[in-house]
């Protein structure tokens, strides 16, 4: 199991030093969404009360856009090196492959989460610092399953001439529950007595569902 774990920490690694060194994804996501949400802000131009309601979609909405445009790179680096079909070879086990690539882009994600999150409160101009920690608990539960389920369509959509453009189709219907509950579970903890704990067992649902699937399928894709 020791051996397996450092096989995907290694894939996740690769990863993000790689995207590191090239400045490629990291970067593009980060400008991305900080155009998403300055387009957002002067198109709306919402005062604190309407923009505390309006911060759950729009914080959901940007990571959703923003995640694709990582996702559409999870496996450029070794299609640029022709590494793929060498890495598919190996004897590393197809799960332990998807753990380790879906491991690196989660980080990617992640680390533009959080420094999208502040910007976002300072952006918008919402006094919710208090909520902070909940409300990065609520987004990585959410990351979690859209991470692991958007690295499964990538590798799907790898060799399509359109991937870009499959994988936006495939992902934004399937992800579509899960990304309805963190809205919910964002606004419920925004509004005064709202109930986040359903909305909150619904994305663990979700993410189960998801990451139990998510290898098993990968295993069978690269092998078809």
């Given at each position: 199991?020791?051996?397996?774990?450092?096989?995907?920490?290694?894939?996740?690694?690769?990863?993000?030093?790689?995207?590191?060194?090239?400045?490629?994804?990291?970067?593009s996501m980060l400008?991305?969404?900080?155009?998403?949400?300055?387009?957002?802000?002067?198109?709306?131009?919402?005062?604190?009360?309407?923009?505390?309601?309006?911060?759950?979609?729009?914080?959901?909405?940007?990571?959703?856009?923003?995640?694709?445009?990582?996702?559409?790179?999870?496996?450029?680096?070794?299609?640029?090196?022709?590494?793929?079909?060498?890495?598919?070879?190996?004897?590393?086990?197809?799960?332990?492959?998807?753990?380790?690539?879906?491991?690196?882009?989660?980080?990617?994600?992640?680390?533009?989460?959080?420094?999208?999150?502040?910007?976002?409160?300072?952006?918008?101009?919402?006094?919710?610092?208090?909520?902070?920690?909940?409300?990065?608990?609520?987004?990585?539960?959410?990351?979690?399953?859209?991470?692991?389920?958007?690295?499964?369509?990538?590798?799907?959509?790898?060799?399509?001439?359109?991937?870009?453009?499959?994988?936006?189709?495939?992902?934004?219907?399937?992800?579509?529950?899960?990304?309805?509950?963190?809205?919910?579970?964002?606004?419920?903890?925004?509004?005064?007595?709202?109930?986040?704990?359903?909305?909150?067992?619904?994305?663990?649902?979700?993410?189960?569902?998801?990451?139990?699937?998510?290898?098993?399928?990968?295993?069978w894709l690269v092998?078809?």
């Amino acid at each position: 199991m020791s051996k397996l774990l450092r096989a995907a920490y290694r894939i996740a690694w690769k990863d993000v030093v790689g995207d590191w060194r090239r400045r490629a994804t990291l970067s593009s996501m980060l400008f991305f969404a900080i155009a998403v949400l300055v387009v957002f802000q002067v198109a709306f131009d919402p005062d604190r009360l309407e923009a505390t309601r309006l911060l759950p979609g729009l914080l959901w909405v940007t990571i959703l856009f923003t995640s694709l445009m990582g996702l559409g790179r999870v496996f450029q680096a070794e299609e640029e090196d022709g590494a793929l079909e060498g890495l598919l070879l190996s004897a590393v086990p197809r799960g332990v492959l998807f753990l380790g690539k879906w491991s690196g882009n989660l980080l990617l994600t992640l680390l533009v989460e959080l420094a999208l999150l502040p910007l976002t409160l300072v952006l918008f101009n919402v006094d919710v610092w208090g909520q902070l920690p909940a409300i990065v608990g609520i987004l990585l539960l959410g990351t979690l399953g859209l991470t692991g389920l958007g690295v499964l369509l990538a590798a799907m959509t790898q060799t399509a001439r359109s991937r870009e453009t499959l994988l936006a189709l495939l992902l934004l219907p399937l992800t579509a529950p899960l990304l309805i509950a963190g809205v919910q579970a964002l606004a419920a903890l925004l509004q005064p007595g709202g109930e986040v704990e359903p909305w909150l067992r619904l994305l663990v649902i979700f993410d189960l569902v998801y990451l139990a699937l998510a290898p098993w399928a990968f295993g069978w894709l690269v092998t078809e």
